[in-house]
């Protein structure tokens, strides 16, 4: 089983950019689909984005439109999430997490079994 460890949070200025990481450990990174999801102070956990395996992607559209952009290195098993134009509304702690099948192209955050410990974004107006 994997362990998972964010990175890259911080502040951030109203159109500024923030390239998020998620560091896993263990062997089996590659056999993961992995997602981003966020939670603002008094909301639910939401998500972001995600990514399988081999490479194929699902975005919140709504919360992204065309800012964010998921990826990964398996060979360093690493998820990541470039956020572009970033605006005040996207300040939340970012979360990253792994699942198995269920979690399949997956926005829902029961599907997915193992999560990171967060990592705080904050964008300023």
């Known amino acids: 089983q994997v362990q998972l460890v964010e990175s890259g949070g911080g502040l951030v200025q109203a159109g500024g950019s923030l390239r998020l990481s998620c560091a896993a450990s263990?062997?089996?990174?590659?056999?993961?689909?992995m997602g981003w999801f966020r939670q603002a102070p008094g909301k639910e956990r939401e998500f972001v984005a995600t990514?399988?395996?081999?490479?194929?992607?699902?975005y919140a559209d709504s919360v992204v439109k065309g800012r964010f952009t998921i990826s990964r290195d398996n060979a360093k098993s690493t998820l990541y999430l470039q956020m572009n134009s970033l605006k005040p509304e996207d300040t939340a702690v970012y979360y990253c997490?792994?699942?198995?099948?269920?979690?399949?192209?997956?926005?829902?955050?029961?599907?997915?079994?193992?999560w990171g410990q967060g990592t705080q974004v904050t964008v300023s107006s």
């Open positions: 997490a792994a699942g198995g099948g269920s979690s399949y192209l997956s926005g829902t955050p029961r599907t997915y079994d193992i």
């Open positions: 263990g062997r089996t990174f590659s056999a993961y689909n």
């Open positions: 990514i399988t395996g081999v490479g194929s992607t699902k």
